[in-house]
Nanobody, 124 residues
């Protein structure tokens, strides 16, 4: 059974930083491109960024480019999202999941169910 556990969210002031973690078990973590996704209240879930199986290539949506950094540790089966210079519009529930990447996009792939997510709230 695949288990996805996101953590590291919280309440921060604008301009602050958070580091999210996502540990995946029950599946060969290193065998998948992975991505971070977020869903704000009343909005559809959107892709934040993705990284290839080795972490050698990353993609970020324009809204977070230059502020967020995705990394992964395939030994620990963990995906990370370092978020700096946070803005109120970054407020959302953040999820990690398997993904597929193109040159300028990344999308969720329904290999397993979503985790419970971790809430990020940024105050102005």
């Amino acid at each position: 059974q695949v288990q996805v556990v996101e953590s590291g969210g919280g309440l921060v002031q604008a301009g602050g930083s958070l580091r999210l973690s996502c540990t995946v078990s029950g599946v060969t973590f290193a065998g998948y491109t992975m991505g971070w996704f977020r869903q704000a209240p009343g909005k559809e879930r959107e892709g934040v960024g993705c990284t290839t199986k080795t972490g050698g290539t990353t993609y970020y949506t324009d809204a977070v480019k230059g502020r967020f950094t995705i990394s992964r540790d395939n030994v620990k089966n963990t995906l990370y999202l370092q978020m700096n210079s946070l803005k109120p519009e970054d407020t959302a529930m953040y999820y990690c999941a398997a993904a597929v990447m193109g040159g300028s996009w990344c999308e969720h792939v329904a290999v397993y169910s979503w985790g419970q997510g971790t809430q990020v709230s940024v105050s102005s």
